[in-house]
């Protein structure tokens, strides 16, 4: 099946007469290897459909299902478990902590698992090479530019090879060269490990990069659009 499935998907902040309905029915599959860009205006939904997609909130109603788990169905113990092993996580101000190097950065979701880094030599320099940041590994967070922090970043979302990426807005704060690095490195991620990466962005470029772009307005899927591919730009 797909690798993230929603169906029906509601989600209401608070009640009464001030509730918000911030997402109304959303139904969605995003297959194995897809490079998915969710687009609409703000207030739209998208984040809290990114949440809801990386189990960091729970849904009013209507079910996600990740690699086959239907995450309602998880305590949040187990829901943590599962978000470790298969999600990575890509956000728009990076995340780094700063008074660590960016290699030590990049080996963080290891060390939080309870693994040893060194089981991911090999892993590491494989990443390092990807994202291109080979001679930067004992640069903090301060010394390497936006674009560099960036690739750090998504480094480190990749480092356990989850099956899911999800990123909010990566290309939020970077210049659009930049920007088009980071793009261009995701989309790279997908092919070469058949990662389901789904993206919240505002980036006009992402419909050139993405192999679908979903766009929510108020709380509703509105429209789906293949991407241009990159061969149109
Ligand atoms: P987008 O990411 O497209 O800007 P959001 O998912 O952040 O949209 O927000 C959708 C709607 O839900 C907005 O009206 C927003 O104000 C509201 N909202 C988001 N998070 C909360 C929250 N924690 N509490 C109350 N309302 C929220
Ligand atoms: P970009 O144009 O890609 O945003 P910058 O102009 O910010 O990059 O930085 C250019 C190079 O200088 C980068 O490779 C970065 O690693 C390095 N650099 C930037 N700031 C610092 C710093 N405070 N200390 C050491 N190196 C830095």
């Known amino acids: 099946g797909p690798a993230v499935k929603t169906l029906s998907l509601e989600k209401v902040y608070g009640s009464g007469p001030t509730a918000v309905r911030a997402l109304r029915g959303v139904s969605l599959s995003f297959p194995d290897g897809e490079f998915a860009a969710i687009m609409g205006p703000s207030g739209s939904g998208k984040s809290t459909l990114l949440h809801l997609l990386g189990g960091l909130d729970r849904p009013t109603s209507g079910r996600v299902v990740v690699g086959g788990n239907d995450l309602s169905g998880l305590s949040d113990r187990r829901l943590t478990l599962l978000r470790r092993e298969r999600i990575g996580f890509v956000f728009q101000f990076f995340n780094l902590i ?136």
């Open 98 to 233: 700063p008074t660590l190097t960016a290699e030590e950065n990049i080996l963080l979701p290891a060390l939080i698992a309870g693994e040893r880094p060194s089981r991911y030599a090999g892993r590491l320099e494989e990443l390092l090479g990807l994202v291109g940041l080979e001679g930067r590994r004992r640069h903090r967070p301060d010394e390497l530019s936006g674009g560099e922090q960036q690739r750090v970043a998504i480094a480190r979302a990749l480092l356990r090879s989850p099956d899911i990426v999800l990123a909010d807005e990566p290309t939020g704060n970077l210049d659009s060269g930049t920007g088009t690095g980071v793009l261009e490195l995701l989309r790279e991620s997908a092919g070469r490990y058949g990662q389901t990466i789904i993206m919240v962005t505002h980036d006009p470029r992402a419909a050139s990069f993405a192999d679908r772009v979903v766009f929510l307005s108020d709380g509703r899927v509105v429209d789906e659009a293949g991407g241009l591919g990159a061969e149109a730009i």
